[in-house]
């Protein structure tokens, strides 16, 4: 019987229905009761965010502490950017505090060069999304390492000339987003 209503309490915790049903187990009686007022009252909240406070409503309004709560979010989707594959950081032990501060620089710094680039970007990637086109901006990195530089010679008093693959049109766009031009490749 214990280890029924260990199980039982377990189960409760996990799918969060501990408040919901009242289970009772003893050697010769099993019930459940269901509280259909208290689950009434819980699924007016389905899917909506309750934000608690310690801090007085004079001090912040509802509005100021959902937008704190939102900054927190960004500041945690940040962090698991950098640790992810948008940037490809991995741990690195450093023996000095010039060269920890100097990674956690360059990682910042590449995180930020990667917000700009989604901010210019998202737009655009939201309207192809739209039209069924699934682009993320790893894809966009994608499009953009197929952009091939070849510097052809002939001879040795002919002076070399670069040539560039031509820009499809998803090269072409992000070039146009980012204030590219295309003649900088020729350069």
Not at 66 to 83: G, M, S
Not at 104 to 110: L, N
Not at 177 to 185: A, D, G, R, T
Request: charged content about 30%; aromatic content about 10%; overall charge positive.
């Amino acid at each position: 019987i214990n280890n029924l209503q260990y199980r039982l309490r377990k189960a409760q915790e996990k799918y969060k229905m501990k408040n919901t049903y009242k289970v009772t187990i003893e050697k010769d009686k099993f019930s459940i009761e269901y509280d259909a007022v208290y689950y009434e009252n819980s699924a007016k909240y389905d899917g909506k965010y309750v934000f608690e406070t310690t801090v007085h409503k004079n001090v912040l309004t509802t509005k100021e502490v959902r937008d704190t709560y939102k900054q927190l979010q960004a500041v945690e989707h940040a962090f698991k950017d950098i640790k992810t594959d948008k940037l490809q950081t991995r741990p690195i032990y450093h023996r000095l505090a010039s060269q920890t501060r100097g990674h956690i620089f360059v990682s910042m710094f590449a995180y930020v060069v990667i917000q700009e680039l989604e901010n210019k970007i998202f737009p655009w990637l939201k309207e192809d999304a739209q039209k069924k086109e699934k682009l993320s901006i790893n894809d966009i990195f994608e499009e953009l390492k197929m952009i091939k530089l070849c510097v052809l010679s002939c001879g040795k008093n002919i002076h070399d000339e670069i040539k560039t693959t031509q820009l499809t049109k998803t090269q072409k766009k992000i070039f146009e987003l980012l204030n590219i031009k295309e003649e900088i490749l020729a350069a």
